[in-house]
């Protein structure tokens, strides 16, 4: 099923003097997985939050298809924020309540409130939280105290929350900056997966360029709120990467020397 | 979908729900709990038409103290409420001080031998069980009736609770912070003052502000039994029945109550930020 195009207009966001996001316009069609690099305040992380509406755009606008995000209010805006599931860098679980519990807070939007409340989750739920866990590895981690669970699976376990609320694209804001490189690429090859298992399209931010390249059909380079580059990894030369970031790749990777390069 | 319901049911019961017993052994307490409430309540005589009858009085009092009214006694009032905050920021303040270091002794993080911890701890718990009211019959008869009584008696009842409450701020702080300073060559006692103190002292400086705001109540009570303060006047007023400059006297209370909570919410922000 082709799910409609994210539409981005002129984004923009202040925070008093400083512009965050300055006029972005962007178009994301569905089931693509867009990769955001740029240094940190160059506003990947306010550009996210903009489209689940965590944070309120200063100006411009956000369209899914026919549905214009930026006007939505009350139970319609928390149904978006459902459809376009978030995954934060540090995780953002509830530690103290179970790994099942933390999966099945993704379906809150769509069941009754009180039922919630008393935390009445059906064996229907249950069991598709439980599958939805195991599909990423998970299931004998399900009655753990999420905050016992390791870095690593803890982010597979907001994937899996994520999965949880049925979106429609994913949002990942630096979803691997707080984990070491294994752990690093199983969280990566799982924000993969559901992109060409499941057709969601994913919007990640990240720091590196190297995973942005190996994993990301497009990227899109920002710099001081502005994007500076948009184009598939093969057309991100090393002088845009400097454009990008504001210094070489080379000196980028100096300390042990050509880590890695320029491919 | 059922299928897969049945499957994980097999795989993974728990998830399900808590087990037979388990179940059962929640309705249980739940039920000795009800059970318990029930009998102290019976205990007590709690029953419906004695608590109608006590809303009835209630109510004539609350009809007695409409309008309130400062009666002719403006200056005790106002002395009173004046006696009673400075109790108040005098008692709070010798108990900080007191308790500042206790709550550094009483740290498992700081006294690190787990028998001296446990005693001190233990020591807090004795300070703890006697309340300020006790402690000013105490002190009345030790430096007489008046102010200084109920100061004495407000640091003493409270450098318990701060002690224990400043040890466990003490011993919920992050570790890592010491241990830079301790990596860097620092000796313990700095490590104490440049990875622990930093942490701890917000908690330390709005626990002494509220207990300045929380005494002053108290210390409207302590009156009552001569340790000075409002608490006199309240008392004066009950007895002979003059619930309008009782409530009077009540209003003026959550006023300056409402106003130290103003200064040191502005203190709070001044020093600690946010």
Known sequence: MQDAPLQLRDLTRRFGETLAVDGVSLTVPAGQMLGIIGRSGAGKSTLLRMINRLQEPSAGSIHFGDTNVTALRGRALRDWRASCAMIFQQFNLIPRLDVLTNVLVGRLNRRSTLSSLLGLFSAAERAEALAILERFDLLETALMRAGQASGGQQQRVAICRALMQRPRLVLADEPIASLDPRNAQVVMDALRRINREDGLSVLCNLHHLDTARAYCDRILGMRAGRIVFDGPPSALTPDMAREIYGVSEAEFHSAPQGSLAVA | ?274
């Open chain 2, 1 to 274: 979908m059922s299928a897969d319901v049945a499957r994980y049911r097999a795989l993974m019961p728990r998830a399900f729900g808590p087990s037979q017993a388990g179940r059962a052994l929640r309705w249980l307490g739940a039920a000795a709990f009800v059970l318990w409430l029930a009998t102290l309540l019976w205990w007590f005589d709690a029953s419906p038409a004695r608590l109608w009858n006590g809303l009835d009085k209630l109510g004539v009092i609350l009809r007695q103290m409409v309008p309130p009214s400062p009666g002719e006694h403006w200056d005790a009032i106002l002395q009173g409420l004046a006696e009673s905050v400075a109790m108040a920021f005098l008692g709070s303040t010798l108990a900080v001080l007191v308790a500042f270091p206790l709550g550094f002794l009483g740290a498992n993080n700081v006294v690190i031998n787990a028998l001296a911890h446990f005693s001190i701890r233990r020591v807090f718990d004795l300070g703890r069980g006697m309340d300020s009211l006790i402690w000013a019959l105490a002190f009345v008869r030790a430096v007489g009736l008046g102010p200084l009584a109920g100061v004495l008696a407000i640091a003493a009842a409270e450098i318990a609770v701060l002690a224990k409450l400043f040890a466990e701020a003490i011993e919920n702080a992050d570790a890592r912070q010491t241990e830079a300073v301790t990596a860097v060559g620092g000796r313990r006692i700095l490590a104490i003052r440049f990875g622990l103190l930093p942490q701890v002292f917000p908690v330390m400086l709005a626990q002494y502000l509220y207990q300045i705001e929380s005494n002053t109540r108290s210390a409207s009570i302590l009156g009552v039994v001569g340790a000075g303060g409002i608490g006199l006047q309240i008392a004066e007023r009950i007895r002979v029945r003059y619930w309008d400059e009782v409530a009077f006297i009540i209003l003026l209370i959550l006023a300056t109550v409402a106003l130290i909570d103003t200064l040191s919410a502005w203190v709070r922000r001044r020093l600690i930020g946010g």
